[in-house]
RNA sequence: UGGGGCGUCGCCAAGCGGUAAGGCACUGGACUCUGACUCCAGUAUUCGAAGGUUCGAAUCCUUCCGCCCUAGCCA
């Protein structure tokens, strides 16, 4: 398993654990686990999380434990267990045989819900939900006591138990920890501890019928799994008394609670509720859609392991709320391609070249190295010929300065090839449009036995045109217009933040470009694999949608651009 | 308005009383049969603000300001 630079990993997490080795408080053993619920596909922010929890048993000789955070059957799927399995192990991490759920504890968890009972630390509460809200208080006003709130053990025992046994209907009782209805912090005003859901459970079947909640399921998980470091992300931290509440009355083994700042991307949706919004309103094709910032959609779109990995290990972990920009991730993922990517050509847009001087009929095999930086990547044959596609960017009829790609009475080089001239332009008479370009090409100026001792500033790819194959290519840009921050006012927040965010999507986001073509020797690309297109970016073949007959390639990334910066510059 | 948390370069982020790491982005330049990669160089006299303690403060104290979280039988 991956080890990475992550032992070197400092932040202030580890901080805690170094001051609690020299304290020995946990007879310095390291135990962390990721808990999501099954209740949607992880995303960028949870592969934060899964660096984070194994990143930090790895560093100190510890363990991770997956635990599937399964306590409201109501909206959990094997479906979504099935896919969080899938997607940590492909970013590399390994469980063991330490996969659980909290639906494993269910009993035990009732066994301390008792216990609470027994000791006068829970009670069953009659409250409709409504009710409860009113006697919570506000912000500023305490909150008032249950009714409920003084019956006696065995009046509780007895009602949960009926809890249990199913004689009363969905949300007509709770059961509550009697803890303080004046705390300044509402989460220690009674909080609820188990509820009622007639709903079928995806493990535990029917078995049950109330359910607890995560402020209770969560402590005892840890508590019985010995994690030692409970690791959250900052909106627990209010609940943190509660944690630790609950674990001082059960006198059980208590780990400690740790927050820290989720993850928050640029240009980038990171809220579970928001993503599912986009995939069932249909502005994307499914979780895995490549512009997604889900750990599916990422893999489609071929980034790696390795570059989620560095990613997550350079952005840090810290308490504050911040967000990264996402030319972070972007920088990522090129490092890892540019190491292992083969270099290949295929022309996106394109136009054609007619070398006038070149026999019609003759087709010559030129050797291609793979990678320039990598000669053990090896050399494959590319097939010239008097007809060629180039990129319709790498012409200009009336060049502006600095550019030094094909215009008329010009030369570059085709790369691996000739140098070539252009002569010529042939255009349709009514539209203008450009139809093919005349060139004549230099014999002796062949890569590898340049003998004219020619220099020119432009090197282009190009195909020739009997060869290529036919591919789409999908070019994916952020899914997210440029973050606004202009803000709203107060009223109807919600509606507000669903119809800005929706009107805010870059309708560009996606853009299939279905005439392009690839070199021959990406006939036998596998899915998934990625490659270095010269020039233009890194592309993999797309696992979903590349058949037999059909040929998608996925842009993750583009190269950067610094001519893009150039002419942008000259523009304004 | 109660409680909790956070504020160090455009964006992340080290720093924990001894005189501001690093990464991304950006800007120059070198190299280049990818305007890519790589390589050099540059970029906070200043750490939300104001006071105070100290020989010395981003680090300690005080006050203030700003932002985030929190009133689910969600997690």
Known sequence: ????????????????????????????????????????????????????????????????????????????????????????????????????????????????????????????????????????????????????????????????????????PDGSRVLRAKIDMASPNINMRDPVLYRIIKAAHHRTGDKWCIYPMYDFAHPISDSIEGITHSICTLEFEDHRPLYDWLLNCLEIFHPQQIEFARLNITNTLMSKRLLRQLVEEGHVQGWNDPRMPTISGLRRRGYTPEAIRDFCERIGVAKSNSVVDISLLEHCIREDLNAKAPRVMAVLRPIKVIIDNYPEDKVEWLEAENNSQLPEMGTRQLPFSREIYIEDEDFMEEPTKKYFRLSPGNEVRLKHAYIIKCERVIKDESTGKILEIHCTYDPNTRSGDDTSGKKVKGTIHWLSVQHAMPAEVRLYDYLLLDDQDEEKEGENEERDEADSFIANLNPKSLVKLTNSVVEPSLADGEKGSGYQFLRQGYFCVDIQDTSGEKIVFNRVVSLRDTWAKIEKANKS
Not at 77 to 94: A, P, Q, R
């Open 1 to 168: 398993m991956w080890q990475g630079g992550i032992l070197k990993m400092i932040n202030f997490i580890q901080n805690i654990i170094n001051e609690d080795k020299k304290t020995d408080k946990y007879e310095d053993r390291v135990h962390t686990r990721f808990p999501p619920e099954p209740n949607g596909y992880l995303h960028i922010g949870h592969a934060k999380s899964i660096c984070l929890n194994f990143g930090i048993a790895i560093a100190n000789g510890g363990l991770c434990n997956l635990r599937f955070d399964d306590t409201n059957p109501s909206k959990e799927d094997t479906e979504y267990v099935d896919s969080i399995k899938k997607d940590v192990k492909w970013l590399g991490f390994d469980w063991d045989d330490r996969l659980f759920y909290a639906s494993d504890y269910f009993e035990k968890m009732y066994d301390y819900a008792v216990q609470l009972i027994k000791k006068g630390k829970a009670y069953v509460c009659e409250l409709t939900p409504q009710e409860i809200r009113e006697h919570r208080g506000t912000l500023t006003q305490p909150g008032r006591e249950s009714p409920f709130r003084n019956r006696s053990i065995e009046e509780n025992l007895e009602l949960f138990e009926q809890m249990r046994v199913g004689t009363f």
